[in-house]
Nanobody, 124 residues
């Protein structure tokens, strides 16, 4: 069984930076495509970024493209989300997700494993 634990959320200033981490336990982390999603109150879960199993392919949502960077360290079973140039609209609960596939995906139902989420709040 795969378990995901996010960390690194908190309060960040507009224009500032935060880095989220997602530690994955279980076997064969390198077999999983990984992604970050976010959900603000009253809104649907939104795709943020995804990375392929080996890290060679990344994909970003339009709202974060050019500001956020997803990466992974397969030796540490960890995926990261570096968030720069934060905006108030980035405020949300951020979720890490995993899918047993070589392909990058952007829709939540395609991910079988989820973390509990970490709150990110951007202050003006």
């Amino acid at each position: 069984q795969v378990q995901l634990v996010e960390s690194g959320g908190g309060l960040g200033p507009a224009g500032g930076s935060l880095t989220l981490s997602c530690a994955v336990s279980g076997r064969s982390f390198s077999s999983y495509g990984m992604a970050w999603f976010r959900q603000a109150p009253g809104q649907e879960r939104e795709f943020v970024a995804a990375i392929s199993r080996g890290g060679e392919t990344t994909y970003y949502g339009d709202s974060v493209k050019g500001r956020f960077t997803i990466s992974r360290d397969n030796a540490k079973n960890t995926v990261y989300l570096q968030m720069n140039s934060l905006k108030r609209e980035d405020t949300a609960v951020y979720y890490c997700a995993a899918r047993l596939s070589a392909n990058v995906a952007v829709t939540p139902p395609l991910y079988g494993y989820w973390g509990q989420g970490t709150q990110v709040t951007v202050s003006s």
